[in-house]
């Protein structure tokens, strides 16, 4: 399956900062980049799609403007959390796709975010 | 709202015994489904993908999709500590190429 790398894997930071997650897709073009949250014991939830080169796509009762999503390349697209609250806390994990896409999500390792 | 539904768990076997994984989706319009593996701490993998009705094995692994009944099912035979896991059901919608997850299912395999 593809490659996807996501950085960091932990971070902890205090409320009110501000917080970026890289994702690569390291063996292909990513033209479409996809972010979840999982909270414990919860199933995960995608917050917004992001196509290279063109604004994301945010989820219902996801804040645009609290998590900003930059995919610039075909290989990187960031999230930015910004002003973190406690209740930010969650793991974060991005899903990378080619044009071939069918369904099939390959996952970056996820970043688990702690908010102090 | 579109939903895919799966018993949480936790589901136990023992070891070597076959487990037993399903799944149910309200969107009548998924046109594929997906099964992936969790573990704790960790982002999902993909295990298989399955889109006609009937039956899809690859190695130990075999699932089932029944879209009359709106039914999906991972079997795993031979069952292994190791497989020892949360199994995510996820179904892709037609319209707008998205993919919903069920909540997981804890599957303990005791030695």
């Known amino acids: 399956g593809a490659v996807v790398s996501q950085h960091p894997s932990r971070v902890i930071c205090k409320s009110g900062t501000s917080v970026k997650i890289e994702c690569r897709s390291l063996d292909f073009q990513a033209t479409t980049m996809f972010w979840y949250r999982q909270f414990p014991k919860q199933s995960l939830m995608l917050m917004a799609t992001?196509?290279?080169?063109?604004?994301?796509?945010?989820e219902q009762g996801v804040e645009k403007d609290k998590f900003l999503i930059n995919h610039a390349s075909l290989t990187l697209s960031t999230l930015t959390v910004t002003s973190a609250h406690p209740e930010d806390s969650s793991f974060y994990i991005c899903?990378?796709?080619?044009?071939?896409?069918?369904?099939?999500?390959?996952f970056g390792e996820g970043s688990r975010l702690t908010v102090l | 709202q579109k939903e895919v539904e799966q018993n949480s768990g936790p589901l136990s076997v023992p070891e070597g015994a076959i487990a037993s994984l399903n799944c149910t989706y309200s969107?009548?319009?998924?046109?594929?489904f997906f099964w992936y593996r969790q573990y704790s701490g960790k982002s999902p993998e993909l295990i298989m993908f399955i889109y006609s009705n009937g039956d899809k094995e690859d190695g130990r692994f075999t699932a089932q999709l029944n879209k009359a009944s709106q039914y999906v099912s991972l079997l795993i035979r031979d069952s292994q500590p190791s497989d020892s896991a949360t199994y995510l059901c996820?179904?892709?919608?037609?319209?707008?190429?998205?993919?919903?997850f069920g909540t997981g299912t804890k599957l303990q395999v005791i030695p």
């Open positions: 969107d009548r319009g998924s046109q594929s």
């Open positions: 996820a179904a892709l919608s037609g319209g707008y190429q998205k993919v919903t």
């Open positions: 992001s196509n290279e080169g063109s604004k994301a796509t945010y």
């Open positions: 899903s990378a796709a080619g044009l071939a896409y069918t369904g099939e999500l390959f």
